[in-house]
């Protein structure tokens, strides 16, 4: 089972800042099985971006994903007062799917 | 617009059997490229992938859950279920239902219910 682990677990910034989380795993993943997801309270996840990189319908483009192998990426360009969520990496690979634990990304 | 709908029971004593029916809307189970899948939240913490089925009959269960797991498709009513056998306090979380394009990612999500086992 390859094991994904998120840094930092969580992220206080203000509005305005650009946000950084990482996604590390345990072995090499392919970019095309690599998405991100965020959560809001009371919430399901949303799929933010998929294949590494690209972003999913209806995303805006201070979204944005990079990375391969076993480091990715996902970077908020500027954060809105909306972004402050939980995201989680998950990742797909040998028929099986894990995901991250997650990062907290908290109003500063 | 697919939307994905859980129904089942909230309440669950140790060592029943939990439920759960996922409805699809806007799409059909039966698509050649979409996987369906459960996942889930215990209260408070991260994701739990539990599995997914393809309407081949093609499935696929978290090694740590397996044993417990069936995922089955109705095509005639558009949907999904979830079975999860000899349940405890642990299995206690919000459990979504989700489509997976190609079984790579989830693009859509059901809202949640909240499963409680308790004595």
């Known amino acids: 089972e390859i094991v994904l682990t998120q840094s930092p677990g969580t992220l206080s910034l203000s509005p305005g800042e650009r946000a950084t989380l990482s996604c590390r795993a345990s072995q090499s993943v392919s970019s095309s099985c690599l998405a991100w997801y965020q959560q809001k309270p009371g919430q399901a996840p949303r799929l933010l971006i998929y294949a590494a990189s690209s972003r999913a319908t209806g995303i805006p483009d201070r979204f944005s994903g990079s990375g391969s192998g076993t480091d990715f990426t996902l970077t908020i360009s500027r954060l809105e007062p909306e972004d402050f969520a939980v995201y989680y990496c998950q990742q797909y690979g040998s028929s099986s799917v894990t995901f991250g634990q997650g990062t907290r990304l908290e109003i500063k | 617009q697919v939307q994905l709908q859980e129904s089942g029971p909230g309440l669950l004593k140790p060592s029943e059997t939990l439920s759960l029916t996922c409805a699809v809307s806007g799409g059909s189970v039966s698509s050649g490229s979409q996987f369906w899948s459960w996942i889930r939240q215990p209260p408070g913490k991260g994701l739990e992938w539990i599995g997914y089925?393809?309407?081949?009959?093609?499935?696929n269960y978290n090694p740590s859950l397996k044993s417990r797991v069936t995922i089955s498709i109705d095509t005639s009513k558009n949907q999904f279920s979830l079975r999860l056998r000899s349940v405890t306090a642990t299995d206690t979380a919000v459990y979504y239902c989700a489509r997976a394009p190609y079984a790579i990612y989830f693009d859509y999500w059901g809202q949640g219910t909240l499963v409680t086992v308790s004595s």
């Open positions: 089925m393809h309407y081949s009959g093609t499935t």
